[in-house]
């Protein structure tokens, strides 16, 4: 007996059909598709991980609009999207020093410079200088110490000592004096005044009108300008008596023919000087003109100083002079050995 029965195909299963939603712009799905969730959260995250990069980006760029440093940031995120925020970036230090600033010369330079007070049987002047050595030499103006028969200085931390004349030279408008029984004082450091350039950032120190240890800032305006001055603090033994130790007067100053600032009387010299726009006033005499590296570079010594024929004088216009200090070194020796004294 036949079995005509055939047997019949089994019908097989439809697989499931399963697709990621599109990359814009989104094109509409196939109709009748299955879809499985199993992949649906990947699109999501994709597009976030890409949008958080972008935002990455856009606050780098524009942060490098402040600041050129952020522009490595930049560069590093749109080269490779998949570097993480723990990547290492190359930087440089930044000094908190304060040497090439006002603030930073004074604090270094200010312990070095002191105030003079030099008295005689006329009167009374004041004026600044410089310590160049530990033990006490300063070199000052001679003017501010011409004639004195005693020599007081007072030391930024406001110690005072007595103080003797080494040697003067009243040519070059400068004088050595050494303080009695001090030690371990802080020198100052004497530049090279020949590698000066106009506009060069100056700091004065001194203690004009007897403010002591002020800082005024400036430039250097010019180099060697011819200066004359009188040989004497005001001109004494003039006739003009105690007049010429008045701070106000103790400043004589002849330029272009005229005279500033007090009788130059007949013993005058002249000299090369900086001429800077450094506030200078009368006590500025012998303190210290100092670049930015805190060095001295000048002794400050006149300035320019209109006078009304009543006597009485103006405050500083912005013109001010000092003796180079290499004719300070250059004059040093001959200082020590009493000079012209």
């Keep these: ?70 522009a490595t940031l930049v560069e590093r995120w749109t080269a490779d999207a998949s570097t993480t925020a723990s990547g290492a970036v190359s930087g440089t230090n930044v000094s908190a020093s304060s040497k090439g600033t006002v603030a930073g010369v004074a604090q270094a330079v200010s312990p070095s410079i002191v105030e003079i007070s030099a008295s005689s049987n006329s009167g009374k002047s004041t004026g600044s200088g410089v310590i160049i050595t530990s033990d006490g030499e300063i070199v000052t103006n001679n003017h501010v110490i011409s004639g004195a028969s005693q020599i007081s200085v007072q030391l930024s931390d406001g110690k005072s000592y007595d103080a003797k004349v080494v040697g003067t030279d009243p040519d070059k408008d400068l004088a050595l004096i050494k303080l009695e029984g001090a030690s371990g004082l802080k020198a100052a450091t004497l530049g090279d005044s020949s590698k000066v350039r106009v506009g060069d950032e100056v700091v004065a120190i001194g203690s004009p009108e007897g403010l002591t240890g002020t800082v005024t800032s400036g430039i250097v305006s010019a180099l060697d300008r011819d200066v004359t001055v009188a040989k004497e603090d005001g001109g004494r033994g003039d006739g003009q008596g105690q007049q010429q130790y008045d701070p106000r007067q103790g400043w004589p100053f002849e330029f272009g023919g005229q005279q500033f600032n007090g ?79």
Excluded: C
């Design 263 to 341: 009788d130059t009387g007949s013993s005058k010299t002249t000299y090369k000087a900086l001429q800077t726009d450094a506030s200078l006033n009368p006590g500025n005499s012998g303190g210290a003109l100092i670049n930015m590296n805190g060095e001295i570079i000048g002794i400050n010594s006149a300035m320019y100083s209109p006078s009304s024929s009543t006597g009485s004088t103006a405050g500083s216009v912005g013109l001010g002079f000092a003796i180079p200090v290499n004719t300070v070194k250059a004059d040093l020796d001959a200082l020590r050995s009493g000079g012209d004294s």
């Design 1 to 70: 007996m036949t079995d005509d029965t055939q047997p019949q195909p089994q019908p097989q299963p439809q697989p499931q059909q399963s697709y990621y939603p599109p990359r814009p712009p989104y094109e509409p799905y196939p109709p009748h598709a299955t879809y499985t969730q199993a992949q649906a959260p990947a699109p999501t995250a994709h597009r976030r991980a890409r949008r958080g990069v972008g935002l990455m980006a856009a606050v780098a760029i524009a942060a490098a609009a402040v600041g050129g440093g952020t």
